[in-house]
């Protein structure tokens, strides 16, 4: 582990490079997350089909670095963390997650468009590891990698029953695909998008997806959300699409903070993940929790910071988030981060109760 004096000094340097439509109603909202079947294991791609992989998980002491022994971080309880490792050498970019109904069985998507597909093992509340791990590339609609097409930095990812969209940022495309015909061997076929999401400054796109369920406002409803594509007030653009109220609307920027990913919870807020970076003040991240039913066209939405966290902290470029109601009813708050490939960052999943 690098020293945390080091690794700060590291990650400071090299923090910049963090940085009309129907859709169908959802019925259980975790359908796409089913075990997908074992597979020899290797250390690279096969060219179109999946592969069982070993992924490594090194647990974190806790989430102050200066303080082990502390676990409330605003409106976050910290429960476990991992560093994971893997042979596999296309292990990595993990930019964005979803979770069962459970938190166990889970889809993750690497920036490079592949899949990496499993589950969490606990211990108790505690994460230990990752079981039945698996990885595929994700394939565009002519049944080839997305990879052959110029098509990568897939960055976040909704579940709607067996649908599963994607948002490529570097090329402004979303891609749907049924994991009922194939699960990862699904072929992905764009989503029509309106003219201002597709126009979205290069690097900057769309980096956060939520598929709104049955039951909740703005059902049937894709939310997007750029990562820093801005208004002429200078906040981020979003948009909804599909639903009853497609339309435009604006996340309210504050102290430099670009978005990463976000979830919804059972109450039907949103949680916002985002990130900011500065040679002065480093690496930091914060979420945002925000009233779904405030998500309307023409709107700049808004709501209270509940969890703030810098480089004394055991974080990384935290890219994805998303929430899950354990049988003791907590709300757990799960995090994955994206090392970029990078030997000088870290893929950590981190944990934590939702307390406020």
Not at 69 to 79: A, D, I, P, Q, T
Not at 104 to 110: C, G, L, M, Q, V
């Amino acid at each position: 582990m690098i020293p945390l004096l080091n690794r700060r000094r590291v990650l400071t340097a090299t923090a910049a490079g963090f940085l009309g439509l129907s859709l169908p109603q959802a019925t259980m909202a975790q359908t796409a997350v089913q075990p997908p079947p074992k597979r020899a294991k290797t250390d690279e791609y096969s060219v179109t089909e999946p592969v069982s992989i070993e992924v490594n998980a090194r647990p974190l002491a806790g989430f102050d670095t200066r303080d082990r022994s502390r676990v409330r971080f605003g409106e976050l309880e910290f429960r476990s963390g991992l560093v994971l490792t893997s042979p596999f050498r296309g292990f990595g970019g993990l930019s964005g997650l979803r979770l069962d109904a459970k938190g166990e069985r889970f889809i993750a998507i690497s920036d490079k468009g592949g899949w990496f597909t499993g589950k969490i093992i606990y211990r108790g509340k505690e994460v230990t590891g990752l079981a039945d791990v698996e990885a595929a590339p994700m394939l565009g609609p002519d049944g080839k990698p997305i990879t052959a097409r110029g098509w990568f930095d897939t960055e976040a990812i909704a579940l709607d029953g067996s649908l599963v969209y994607v948002s490529l940022e570097r090329v402004n495309r979303i891609l749907r695909f049924d994991f009922a015909n194939g699960f990862t061997r699904a072929l992905g076929e764009e989503v029509p998008l309106p003219l201002p999401a597709r126009k979205l400054p290069f690097n900057k796109g769309m980096e956060a997806l939520v598929a709104v369920p049955k039951g909740q406002p703005l059902a049937g409803t894709l939310i997007a959300i750029s990562e820093r594509g801005l208004d002429a007030q200078g906040n981020i653009l979003g948009f909804l699409i599909g639903g009853k109220t497609p339309g435009q609307f604006s996340v309210r920027r504050t102290e430099d903070f670009d978005i990463s990913d976000a979830t919804l919870l059972p109450s039907g807020d949103m949680l916002l993940l985002e990130r900011k970076f500065s040679w002065v003040g480093g690496v930091g991240i914060r979420i945002r929790r925000i009233p779904l039913k405030s998500f309307v066209p023409g709107a700049v939405v808004d709501g209270p910071q509940i969890f703030f966290a810098d480089l004394g902290y055991e974080i990384d470029n935290m890219e994805a988030i998303d929430a899950h109601v354990t049988a003791e009813g907590d709300t757990v708050i799960t995090m994955l981060s994206d090392d970029n490939f990078s030997m000088i960052q870290r893929n950590l999943l981190l944990q934590f109760t939702l307390v406020a």
